[in-house]
């Protein structure tokens, strides 16, 4: 063999090696390692969750300012897997071409919702559904904005983070719909009601996030519920929806 | 693409058991008309599955994120510790006796002030009052700015026993913008022994129920 012909066989077999080592590197991973790193993926965002309410927000004072870090760092984490994992924004959600199905597939169950809420809060606690006043007339006034965008934050984390994932462990269907709607009501803890409340809630979502992904619908949905919920419940049993350690304070 | 691979035979296995919407690519990779949504394994396979390159990156900050928040709560404890728990009281529990329990407290935060300090007998409170009596010993040994930092309090009428009875005094000091009042121990409790005498003739053995508060 001569030199140059030599030489260019070692080429080839560099050339090879880099090509077995891009497409190792861009090869899927094994589905046990995949659903693995998923599983984590949720436990870590509720690790998070659970220091910003039952740590930062127990640092009374200044320390509560301290809640942006794992705020901070649990938002770095669902952006940098979104990234990872090439998921778009169109795909968590956040798009409009769907919004009246979602619509058409959340409106009969927020109003078998808002029924059952009226009921419980009428049969259990002999509360009267108030439309306007107290603390529901006030929700009212910061519904568009605060209660819209704050269910708009509380759906992408579980529907876009926590259900995907909890998907690419168990497959769409109720294993992840349930895992979602767990997760939600732990982080809604140790407040009774309103963990009863969330895991219903959770439940709802999850299946219709399932079906049509719509992060605007689900937001405008969790915000409207969270005013029937205040105006069918009594504020004591509600506790000013105070979840985590606020909840003793 | 990853419908290919055991993964995505695996999890399409399961998809067809759901009746959620399915995605449906046509060959030219647009999406069919009617379909409605990339969730669900199917989705995955394409759009949520890791590169082995991806899901070492991703391993990577998930350790780092865990390390991070790790960090961040032993520092948020430290610091809720020494801001709440005064760790710069100091003092000592000098004498306890069946006469007296003295000693002394100062905080170093706010040398002027007169620290707050309960007596606890057996872990029963007995008196609370002001550590302001003269010890010029404290003054002397440069633990003080002024020498009005001591305590002093009468021991109560005690049924005398042969076993030890055990004196404890705490400091009181405010947390959290003054909301709460904590109590730390000044220095360590100290036993002492109660003989029969004039002073304990028909004290009752729950004698901390006939206190005055």
New interface residues.
């Given amino acids: 063999m001569s030199e140059r012909s030599v030489e260019l066989s070692r080429g080839d077999a560099d050339d090879n090696a880099s090509r077995d080592v891009a497409s190792?590197?861009?090869?899927?991973?094994?589905?046990e390692?995949?659903r693995s790193?998923a599983l984590?993926?949720i436990a870590?965002v509720i690790?998070?969750a659970l220091?910003a309410e039952w740590?930062?927000l127990?640092?009374?004072?200044f320390?509560k300012y301290?809640l942006v870090?794992?705020v901070a760092?649990a938002f770095?984490?669902t952006i940098?897997?979104h990234r990872?994992?090439?998921?778009?924004a169109r795909?968590l959600g956040f798009r409009f071409d769907?919004f009246a199905?979602a619509c058409r597939v959340l409106l009969p169950l927020m109003l078998a919702g808002g029924v059952l809420l009226a009921l419980w809060g009428r049969i259990w606690f002999g509360a009267r559904f108030r439309i306007g006043g107290g603390r529901a007339e006030a929700y009212w006034l910061v519904f568009p904005l605060w209660g819209v965008a704050w269910g708009l934050l509380q759906q992408y984390v579980l529907q876009a983070f926590v259900?995907?994932r909890a998907?690419?462990v168990f497959?769409?269907?109720w294993k992840s719909v349930l895992l979602t709607a767990l997760v939600f009501a732990l982080l809604h803890l140790p407040n009774p009601w309103l963990t009863v409340a969330t895991f219903t809630g959770g439940l709802v979502w999850a299946y219709a996030?399932?079906?049509?992904?719509n992060l605007y619908a689900l937001a405008l949905s969790h915000a409207a519920m969270t005013w029937v919920l205040i105006a069918a419940l009594p504020a004591s049993a509600l506790n000013s929806l105070r979840v985590g350690f606020k909840y003793f304070g | 693409m990853a419908s290919d691979t055991p993964e995505a035979r695996r999890r399409g296995g399961d998809l067809e058991t759901h009746a959620s919407p399915r995605l449906s690519v046509s060959a030219s990779g647009e999406k069919d008309a009617n379909q409605e949504s990339r969730v669900g394994p199917a989705a995955h396979d394409e759009k949520s599955s890791l590169t082995a390159r991806g899901g070492e990156r991703l391993s990577k900050f998930l350790i780092g994120k865990s390390i991070t928040e790790t960090l961040f709560l032993v520092a948020l404890v430290s610091a809720f510790s020494y801001a709440h728990f005064n760790p710069r009281l100091r003092g000592t529990l000098d004498v306890a006796n069946e006469r007296e329990v003295s000693g002394w407290v100062v905080d170093e935060a706010g040398p002027d002030k007169r620290v707050e300090v309960e007596l606890y007998i057996d872990g029963h409170f007995v008196a609370r009052r002001r550590a302001g009596e003269w010890r010029p010993d404290v003054l002397a040994a440069g633990r003080a700015v002024s020498a009005n930092h001591g305590f002093a309090f009468e021991t109560p009428p005690l049924p005398a026993r042969e076993a030890e009875y055990e004196a404890s005094v705490f400091a009181a000091h405010e947390w959290i913008d003054k909301q709460i009042t904590g109590l730390r121990i000044v220095g360590k409790p100290l036993r002492f022994k109660v003989q029969a005498g004039a002073k304990n003739v028909g004290v009752r053995e729950d004698w901390w129920e006939d206190l005055e508060h």
């Fill in positions: 190792s590197d861009e090869a899927a991973i094994s589905f390692r995949s790193l984590w993926e870590s690790v998070s220091i740590a930062a127990a640092s009374l004072g320390g301290l870090v794992p760092l770095a984490l940098y897997s990872v994992r090439g998921e778009t795909e769907n199905r259900n995907r998907q690419v497959g769409a269907g996030y399932q079906r049509t992904p």
